[in-house]
């Protein structure tokens, strides 16, 4: 069974640095990985889709890599902004297409 | 594009009632997935269709739970009868295809007391 991990739980940095947010999950048979942003009592923004045949993916300034033999991904935030302040969701996707979530890592970007 | 609809936004019932909760999806996508969101857990998967056929409701719990997608566009995910377990955010996301990219909707939010 699949199950997904998020670390660390909760994250507070200071505005303007560059932070890393992880991923793993237990079986590397995964079609893709999405990452996910929630805003409270939101639903879920997509933030990024890596394929299982991609390493990375970009958009501005978040960057995912996906390392499936490790059962790996990383979100990399650069230049942290107080907008930034969310929750954010790893998910798997399965061969149809279902997600399986981690709990999320909330972050705090402090002005 | 209009994203991912669903009604209502808020619902609080007493236990043993029944709740019915709608979502539009993405015009064009075929897959449509229900997901429950306990406060604090990431979302889990209830049920998904593809076009007005189920794929998998492994997670559903079938004996107070249902959903249906009759034209293969809007669904609705119903409760009956409502146990204080239940409260959660119920999000609704959709596809292209099974394996792309997920939209979602900005959910449901049940209070059961």
């Known amino acids: 069974k699949q199950e997904v991990t998020q670390i660390p739980a909760a994250l507070s940095v200071p505005e303007g640095e560059n932070l890393v947010l992880n991923c793993s999950f237990t079986?590397?048979?995964?079609?893709?990985l999405q990452w996910f942003r929630q805003d409270p009592g939101k639903g879920l923004t997509s933030l990024l889709l890596?394929?299982?045949?991609?390493r990375e993916q970009t958009s501005g300034r978040l960057n995912a890599s996906l390392d499936k033999s490790s059962g790996r991904s990383t979100l990399y935030i650069a230049a942290s902004q107080p907008g930034d302040s969310a929750t954010y969701l790893c998910?798997?996707?399965?061969?149809?297409?279902?997600?399986?979530f981690g709990k999320g890592t909330k972050l705090s970007v402090k002005p | 594009e209009a994203g991912v609809a669903q009604s209502p936004r808020y619902k609080i019932i007493e236990k043993r009632q029944s709740v019915a909760f709608w979502c539009n999806p993405i015009?064009?996508?075929?897959?449509l997935y229900w997901y429950q969101q306990i406060l604090g857990q990431g979302p889990k998967l209830l049920i998904q269709?593809?076009?007005?056929?189920?794929?998998?409701d492994s997670q559903l719990p079938k004996d107070r739970f249902s959903a249906e997608r009759l034209k293969g566009v809007d669904s609705t995910l119903k409760i009956q009868p409502a146990k204080l377990e239940d409260s959660a955010v119920y999000l609704c996301?959709?596809?292209?295809?099974?394996?792309?990219?997920?939209?979602f909707g900005p959910g449901t939010r049940l209070t059961v007391l």
């Open positions: 996301a959709s596809s292209s295809q099974g394996v792309n990219e997920q939209f």
């Open positions: 079986d590397s048979a995964i079609y893709n």
């Open positions: 890596i394929q299982s045949s991609q």
């Open positions: 998910a798997v996707g399965g061969s149809q297409g279902n997600l399986i």
């Open positions: 015009s064009g996508h075929a897959t």
């Open positions: 269709f593809q076009n007005n056929g189920v794929v998998d």
